[in-house]
Nanobody
Framework: QVQLVESGGGLVQPGGSLRLSCAASRTIFSINHVHWYRQAPGKERELVATITRGGSTSYADSVKGRFTISRDNAKTTGYLQMNSLKPEDTAVYYC???????WGQGTQVTVSS
């Protein structure tokens, strides 16, 4: 199993920025793809961004150009830099490793004026 701890969420105004972190408990983090998901109120969890073990990235259309996913294998930590935040980005954000079923508790992101 891999223990995941998401952090960095908070309350920001539209146009603001947040940097989310996903700390993993295992060094095998380095050979796993990292995914960021979010779940907005009343909606199903959706995939936001992915970074492969080789560093290739992909994004949902809704966040493309605003969010950047990255990873630091030495720290077994993934990141999601979120810029130009919109109210529709409001959700609980979760990270996940591709080969594991474990989820962290998530971190709340609220974008409101």
């Amino acid at each position: 199993q891999v223990q995941l701890v998401e952090s960095g969420g908070g309350l920001v105004q539209p146009g603001g920025s947040l940097r989310l972190s996903c700390a993993a408990s295992r060094t095998i983090f380095s050979i796993n793809h990292v995914h960021w998901y979010r779940q907005a109120p009343g909606k199903e969890r959706e995939l936001v961004a992915t970074i492969t073990r080789g560093g290739s990235t992909s994004y949902a259309d809704s966040v493309k150009g605003r969010f950047t996913i990255s990873r630091d294998n030495a720290k077994t930590t993934g990141y999601l830099q979120m810029n130009s935040l919109k109210p529709e980005d409001t959700a609980v954000y979760y990270c996940k490793l591709s080969a594991y079923d474990s989820w962290g508790q998530g971190t709340q992101v609220t974008v409101s004026s």
